[in-house]
């Protein structure tokens, strides 16, 4: 991720004054702000802010690209240096975290942005405007699959307490498009929630939602294996295909320039996302389901790591 909101700072025309990593093997920097402060020991990242907010000099915005589990955190820090804050998702792990950085930002005065890239894509943008809601319910199946080598099960992505599961870690975004197109949740079961994918039915205000999500390519379409494709996003409404794998480049810088333009999504926004991810992560799971995802039948992997 860090990469697009390089890219995003300087597609927008700002500068990146100072960039925090335990991991030195960011060379990546060279290509966008070679001349920016760096450092790998957080103390050193927060006495180098203080100082430049102290000589008059404070930054405008904190993006954060860290481990899940850490985002409140440094929300909170980018509030207290008097920074509006850029994070990736999920926001927060649990709603009550986003509820007390709705107190910070009062407390402050500076807001607090996600990255929602999925409302801006042109196609599903254009879904949105084609859809009726009438009296009756869409059917509505969504299908992520995005290939993750065994290095992904000895990171802390693999923790549940630390990235918040499948579901939450690759699938906010895609729970939040869903709220946004087809309304408030009503009702939800969730059939698989493993190391290696989730999924589950919803019934929304004006759709009944099959959904299913992972990162093993074992689970990818034949078609995609056949091509050499790592991902697959595709959602499915009436038994109509919305296929929206291509059209990322640019959304993060999009998503900047909604930022700069005071028009980006706040804490209130992307709450109902947060709710239902979490509702999901402590859901009793019914694998039985006549309401399941076609995928939910395919092979577990035997187990998280290589053997």
Not at 36 to 43: D, L, Y
Not at 255 to 268: K, R, T
């Amino acid at each position: 991720m860090a990469p697009r909101h390089l890219k995003a700072i300087k597609d927008t025309g700002n500068q990146l004054i100072a960039a925090l990593d335990p991991n030195d093997s960011v060379g990546i920097l060279d290509s966008y702000f070679p001349k920016a402060s760096f450092f790998t020991e957080f103390e050193r990242f927060d006495r180098h802010l203080d100082k430049m907010k102290r000589q008059g000099n404070p930054i405008d915005f904190l993006s954060i690209c860290s481990p899940n589990y850490l985002h409140d955190a440094h929300i909170r820090f980018g509030l207290r240096q008097g920074a509006h804050v850029i994070c990736e998702k999920p926001l927060v792990l649990n709603p009550w975290n986003a509820e007390a950085l709705l107190e910070n930002e009062a407390e402050t005065g500076k807001k607090v942005y996600t990255i929602l890239q999925l409302r801006l894509h042109p196609q599903l943008q254009a879904l949105k405007n084609q859809l009726s809601h009438s009296g009756d319910k869409h059917e509505v199946e969504l299908t992520y699959i995005t290939a993750r080598g065994y290095w992904y099960y000895t990171s802390w992505k693999a923790e549940l307490p630390k990235s918040g599961g499948i579901a939450t870690n690759i699938g906010v975004h895609f729970f939040d498009l869903l709220l946004w197109l087809f309304g408030p949740l009503q009702y939800l079961e969730v059939h698989q929630h493993t190391h290696d994918r989730a999924a589950g039915y919803l019934e929304l205000q004006h759709a009944r939602v099959r959904w299913f999500m992972s990162i093993n390519a074992d689970t990818l379409p034949e078609s995609c294996k056949k091509a050499g494709k790592t991902s697959f996003r595709t959602i499915t409404v009436n038994q109509k295909d919305v296929e929206f794998s291509e059209g990322f480049t640019d959304l993060h810088t999009r998503s900047y320039e909604a930022v700069l333009n005071g028009l980006g999504f706040d804490i209130p926004t992307v709450l109902p996302a947060i709710q239902l991810v979490h509702q999901i992560r402590n859901e009793k799971t019914t694998p039985h389901s006549p309401n399941a995802h076609p995928f939910v039948q395919l092979p577990l992997s035997p187990h998280p790591f290589p053997p």
